[in-house]
Nanobody, 127 residues
């Protein structure tokens, strides 16, 4: 079992920054792939970013590439999502997720492979 708790969401103006955190407990955190997804009202949950166990491999959706950075601190059992140059279209509930499988660029983009999910944190970007 892996328990995930997100934090760091909030209201920010366009062009601003936020850093989301996801604290994990339970199973050995350092062995799992971690991902961030988001869901806007009326839309499906979509992939944002993923990171392998060591932090050496990362993956980003085209819509956030160059603006968002995923990282992890295995000593703190935490994964982060630094979000810069935020846009109103980034407004959504952001979820972190854990995949017990191996890291793969295509696989990590699918929400169906993730085994555990957090409760989500709201990010609202005003224009």
């Amino acid at each position: 079992q892996v328990q995930l708790v997100e934090s760091g969401g909030g209201l920010v103006q366009a062009g601003g920054s936020l850093r989301l955190s996801c604290a994990a407990s339970g199973r050995t955190f350092s062995s799992v792939v971690m991902g961030w997804f988001r869901q806007a009202p009326g839309k499906e949950r979509e992939f944002v970013s993923a990171i392998n166990w060591s932090g050496g491999s990362t993956n980003y959706a085209d819509s956030v590439k160059g603006r968002f950075t995923i990282s992890r601190d295995n000593a703190k059992n935490t994964v982060y999502l630094q979000m810069n140059s935020l846009k109103p279209e980034d407004t959504a509930v952001y979820y972190c997720a854990a995949d017990l499988g191996r890291f793969d660029y295509q696989r990590s983009r699918s929400r169906y492979v993730y085994d555990y999910w957090g409760q989500g944190t709201q990010v609202t970007v005003s224009s």
